[in-house]
C-alpha cells in the first residue's frame, strides 16, 4: 500500500473562522464512533453509503478540489483512492460503481482514518501558507464544508437504513429525552398575502449555486400550517385506508405503494397488532405528537388529498419562512429524532425535526448558470425527475440551513427524515 502517513506531531489547526473546517471534520469521526469497524462498513442499499465510504469521501473531496490543485507540492495520499472514493464527478475519471461501495472492505477503517489525518495536516500546512484566505480557494474551502455537513446527514440517515433491517433493531446510541413540556400539537393556519416575491439568495454569505439567481416568482394567496403532520394524524390516515385508496394517489405514487407493498411510513414495524417506529434510538413506540417522518412525495401527496389541503409550492415555503421560529430540532440538539411542536409564536418546526416535501419539481431558475469545471456537476446534472424538499431536519447539522436552501430527491424516496407540512388556498 502506497500510504503517506501524516506526522506524529501535526501542525496547530488555525483559530477563527478557519477553525470550522476543522470543527466539521472532527464533528464527522464523532458521529461515526458510536458505530463499530463492522457497522461503518456495510451498504444498506443502493441510495446508502456505508459510513466508512462518507468518512473517506469527503475527504477525497478537500483533497481533490483543494489540496491536489492548490497546495504547493501535494502528493496523493494513495493513487487507487480517487476510484474507490468519486461519487459522481465524471470530469474527475472512472469510479467504483455507487451501488457496490459496500464491497469496499479494503481500504480498511484504520487506513480511512489516516487518509483523514494526512488530509487534514495538509489543509493546516494550506492555511499556514497563506493560500487559503484566497478568495477562489476559499470558496472551494467552504463548498467542502458545506458538503461534508450534508454527508453527516446522510451519515446517520444511512446507518438507520442499515439497523433497520437487522433482526436486532440495534440502537445507534442510547438517545436523550427531549423533556418538552410546552409541546403542543394545536394546529394554527397563518395567512399570507399573494403578490411578486424575490426568491433565493441574496448573496452575502454561502450559499449553493442551485439557491440562484435571485428572481421574482408570483405568489397567490394561501394559508400555511404552522406545524408538520403527526404520527397521530398518519395513523388515522393509515386506519382510514389511505394506502388503499387509489384515487387520493398520484399514478406513478399508487404503481410505486402497490409494487412496493407500502401500508405505512418507511421505519413503522407493526408487532402483535401495534405500529412502532424504528430510529436512531432502536425499536421504540411511536410518539403520536412528534411529526411523522421517512414518507415519500407520493405519500405526503396522498395525504394532503386526504385532508382536504395540498403541499406548498417551495417560493410558499420560502416566502413563509421569514415568519418562522429558528429555535428548531436539529442536529445541534442531539436529539436525533423528531419531536413536538413546542408552543412558538410563528410558524414552528421549519428548520429541524423532518425536511418538508414541497410539490414543486427541482429545476433551475431562471438565468442560472452552473459553475466552471467539476464543481458545476455538484448540483445541476440532477434538475429532472425530482422534487424540492426545504427546511432541515433532527439530522441536519446546526448552521446548515437557510430559507433558500434546496433539499432535492426523487418523489419515491424515504430513507431521509422526510415529512410534510399542509397548506390551502386562500
Known sequence: MNFHRPPDTPLSPPTGLDARIFATRQQSVALADPLSAEDQCVQAMDDASPTKWHLAHTTWFFETFVLKPHLDGYRLFDERFPYCFNSYYEAEGERHPRARRGMLTRPTHDEVMDYRAYVDESLTRLYASGKAQEKPIATLLEIGLNHEQQHQELLLTDILALFAQSPLRPAYRTLADPKLADASPTTQWMAFDGGIAEI????????????????????????????????????????????????????????????????????????????????????????????????????????ARFAGKRLPTEFEWEVASAQAARDCNDLGSDLLRPTPARQQQGLRQMFGDCWEWTQSAYLQYPGYVPPAGAIGEYNGKFMVSQMVLRGASCATPRDHSRSTYRNFFYPWQRWQFMGLRLVEDA
Open 200 to 303: 433565493g439568495h441574496a448573496g452575502g454569505s454561502f450559499s449553493f449555486d442551485n439557491e440562484l439567481p435571485r428572481h421574482r416568482a408570483l405568489i397567490h394567496p394561501f394559508k400555511m400550517a404552522d406545524r408538520l403532520v403527526t404520527n397521530g394524524e398518519w395513523l388515522d390516515f393509515m386506519q382510514a385506508d389511505g394506502y388503499r385508496t387509489a384515487n387520493l394517489w398520484l399514478a406513478d405514487g399508487w404503481a410505486m405503494a402497490q409494487r412496493e407493498g407500502w401500508r405505512a411510513p418507511l421505519y413503522y414495524v407493526e408487532q402483535d397488532g401495534q405500529w412502532l417506529q424504528m430510529g436512531l434510538g432502536g425499536l421504540q413506540a411511536i410518539d403520536r405528537e412528534a411529526p411523522v417522518s421517512h414518507v415519500s412525495y407520493y405519500e405526503a401527496d396522498a395525504y
